[in-house]
């Protein structure tokens, strides 16, 4: 791809000035207490970093996916878990903004960019997790309501949300299985929502998880996002862009990582010289700054045809799974201490390893579209 433009330049060092200023002083604390400063998604909203890609008519930057990407990746530079809570407050916005009705979009993406409302995607359940087109929720009609039941694990914004975008199964009967699921727009207010949240995470803690029962929750049918037994369809569409997005949180923890590495071998001494005037220590260097661009490359083009309508899912799979494995490897034995602060970008990039896929889903995507079987 070509040189970022002016204007995207702009972005990431408004996002990365953003980050360094709000981020730096109580990310370990969050991370330590299992919290989150709403604070900062009030700021992040006023300055236009959630939503960035949603069509200006919604409430959003009309920006592209690529200028989301930068974002996120300047984020996650200073920590993955206030970057990933960030992104989780939109997350799934995406969708709407693709296949919903003008009433949908008015009702729901304005609030979202304007830091009034949080969102989730409810797909995971506890015996379908990469197996999408297995799940079991069930949404059957009655009158002009669907009735909702089952249940979801691993859901962001789960106990915080406002609303959010569930696969169900509505065509039971249907003779091919991804013909049987749709997604439906939930508000978490309707009685019958239940949701728990989960605590003790590796790593993203001040990012909201939880588990969610739906103990027949009645929603309008007017909430169907798209049409009915599309769903398995339109969640691979939202993963197109949120793959790209994960792969820039995890794109943002290699940078930081390196940047963290960088700082330590200038000041740290062995033998009476710095770490630095070693070889073998600069060829590491080296080494990681290699992967981290050609993950950065990668990524960008990814996200570049994307923007220009050239969705390849192949080309999105191998940048977020190589964004995602490079930013697991740029550590050193000090990476586990926590007085260095580098061990949180080690535990907030494995978990990228496994969101919008896991790597081994991703190597059978890449496959897939190879051998002619997508």
Request: glycine share 10%; aromatic share 8%; net charge negative.
């Amino acid at each position: 791809m070509a040189e970022l433009t002016a204007e995207q330049r702009d972005i990431r060092k408004a996002a990365r000035e953003f980050a360094e200023g709000e981020f730096t002083e109580v990310a370990r604390a969050l991370d330590e207490n299992e919290t989150f400063d709403d604070g900062l998604w009030k700021k992040a909203a006023e300055l236009g970093f959630l939503g960035a890609a949603i069509e200006e008519e919604s409430g959003g930057g009309g920006l592209g996916i690529l200028e989301q990407c930068l974002i996120m990746e300047e984020f996650a530079r200073v920590d993955g878990g206030i970057a990933q809570t960030l992104n989780a407050a939109y997350f799934g916005s995406q969708l709407i903004d693709l296949i919903g009705t003008k009433e949908q979009k008015g009702t729901y993406l304005p609030p979202l960019c304007n830091g009034e409302a949080r969102m989730g995607v409810a797909v995971t359940e506890p015996d379908a997790g990469s197996d999408v087109a297995s799940v079991t929720t069930t949404a059957v009609k009655d009158g002009d309501h669907y009735v909702i039941t089952g249940n979801k694990m691993f859901i962001s914004n789960a106990t915080i949300g406002d609303f959010l975008i569930v696969l169900c199964v509505t065509n039971p009967e249907a003779s091919v299985k991804h013909h049987r699921l749709s997604t439906i727009i939930v508000e978490t207010n309707r009685p019958g929502y239940e949701a728990n949240k989960l605590k003790g995470k590796l790593s993203i803690r001040c990012s909201d998880t939880g588990e969610i029962t739906f103990k027949d929750v009645r929603v309008p049918q007017s909430n169907l996002l798209g049409e009915e037994g599309r769903g398995f369809y339109n969640i691979m569409e939202l993963f197109n862009c949120t793959r790209l997005e994960i792969g820039a949180l995890a794109l943002g923890t290699a940078q930081g990582a390196l940047d963290k590495t960088i700082m330590h071998v200038r000041q740290r001494r062995q033998f009476g010289n710095p770490l630095a005037a070693f070889q073998i220590v600069q060829a590491k260097i080296a080494d990681m700054a290699t992967l981290t661009e050609a993950a950065r490359s990668l990524l960008y083009r990814a996200a570049s045809q994307v923007d220009d309508g050239e969705v390849d899912p192949a080309i999105i799979a191998m940048a977020k799974w190589y964004a995602c494995e490079i930013a697991i490897q740029l550590h050193g034995g000090y990476g586990i201490l926590q007085e260095y602060d580098v061990e949180h970008y080690w535990r907030d990039a494995k978990v990228m390893e496994i969101f919008e896929g896991t790597k081994e889903i991703e190597k059978i995507l890449i496959a897939r579209r190879l051998l002619g079987r997508y």
